[in-house]
């Protein structure tokens, strides 16, 4: 079965001034995907979303929407729905005349306009504010409102410029699960630009980390998560421990590494290139790491002996960081499994599985 892309970006890059902002950018995005612009401030993430939206033309490359080139296109002609950070509604208007607004400007009969600004209203499950005015909205439900008004125009692409970033954790929660109820049911396909990665996790059926203007890696959540292609990718998604060290032995995938604290362990290679005595950055997420309070070494290729130094209780896991030699590693203990006696100054021994490591080469005098 032939794949049906929405849009397409071919080789794009963006300057101001000397500043290349985006930089080769190259995406083919399927029909009802919804895929996530990720990355820090200054990325390009937003810039790249502006080029899509008509508000930003490329300074080179193609950049086509359902098959047309849409360079020079103006953003009223694209057929698509965008949805700021802020929510930018009209403050004098009510509800259903802030959603019907687009569809006025189309010229949609009156009774049309009734009708889909109803279902819309339902859809984002408001219907009962449509008569009031948007200071007597909180800041979820207005930005509920903001997404009904671009999905009433029935657009063929719905653009998410950091959506949920001015509302509260529980707010973002609550309308980050509406977001992806919304987006499966009506099939739109959907970019969703967020330095959140949890939101992209969450959201996205793949997902592109940028870093300075470039692709770091295109992927599913799984794979972004579970094989990161770089070393900047590993560290921006998720949180992990690094232990800088030393490359002693490389034999084909199987890496045989020393910590600066004096430890040996083993890792695969995942096709990276090392050479004997490479310094190296060692890395093992603290989900992955195993705490038990008895040396069990001859069970396990990778263990390292610690002392705790801090626990915190999270609800559906507790966090404990372990000391190290030299370095200090950030454990999580699901609740409910024996945590009993990790207090401050206890010796505990972490164990991982050698695939469970990642390893890359460090620079210069980096340490």
């Known amino acids: 079965m032939s794949r049906s892309i929405d849009v397409e970006l071919v080789n794009i890059q963006k300057k101001f001034g000397d500043n290349v902002v985006v930089d080769s950018f190259n995406l083919q995005i399927e029909k009802g995907e919804c895929i996530s612009f990720l990355g820090p401030s200054g990325c390009g993430k937003t810039t790249t979303l502006n080029m899509i939206a008509g508000f930003l033309e490329p300074d080179q490359g193609d950049l086509l929407i359902k098959g047309k080139r849409m360079n020079g296109v103006p953003s009223n002609k694209r057929e698509l729905g965008m949805v700021f950070q802020t929510y930018s509604l009209f403050p004098h208007m009510t509800i259903f005349e802030n959603v019907a607004y687009g569809l006025k400007l189309r010229k949609v009969g009156k009774a ?31 930005q509920r409102i903001a997404i009904a008004r671009a999905l009433v125009t029935e657009p063929s692409l719905l653009l998410l410029d ?24 009506i099939g739109v396909t959907t970019i969703f630009v967020t330095h959140d990665q949890e939101e992209a996790l969450y959201l996205s059926n793949r ?27 590993h560290t921006f998604i998720g949180k992990s ?22 430890f040996t362990l083993q890792a695969p290679a995942r096709g990276r290139t090392f050479t004997g005595n490479q310094p190296v950055s060692i890395y093992v997420r603290p989900e992955k790491i195993r705490l038990v309070v008895a040396d069990t070494a001859a069970e396990s290729a990778n263990q ?31 609740t ?5 006696g990790l207090t401050a100054g206890s010796t505990v021994f972490l164990q991982w599985k050698s695939e469970d490591v990642f390893v890359f ?7």
């Open 112 to 142: 049309e306009i009734a009708e889909r600004v109803r279902k819309v209203l339902e859809l984002v499950k408001l219907p009962h504010v449509a008569d009031r005015y948007p200071k007597q909205l909180s800041g979820g439900q207005r």
């Open 162 to 185: 950091e959506p949920l970033s001015n509302l509260d954790a529980k707010l973002r929660e609550e309308l980050r699960d509406e977001l992806k109820r919304l987006q499966q049911e």
């Open 304 to 334: 390292v002996k610690g002392t705790v130094k801090l626990t915190s209780f999270l609800g559906a896991y507790t966090e404990c960081e372990v000391e190290v030699g030299g370095d200090v590693l950030t454990v999580r203990i699901e």
């Open 241 to 262: 421990n690094r232990m800088p060290g030393t490359l002693l032995k490389s034999e084909g995938e199987q890496l045989l590494l020393r910590t600066e604290a004096g």
């Open 361 to 367: 080469a460090r620079k210069g005098n980096e340490r």
């Open 207 to 233: 997902i592109v980390v940028l870093d300075h203007g470039k692709v770091e890696q295109i992927g599913t959540p799984w794979d972004i998560y579970n094989r990161p292609a770089s070393e900047f990718v």
């Open 336 to 340: 409910g499994n024996e945590d009993a």
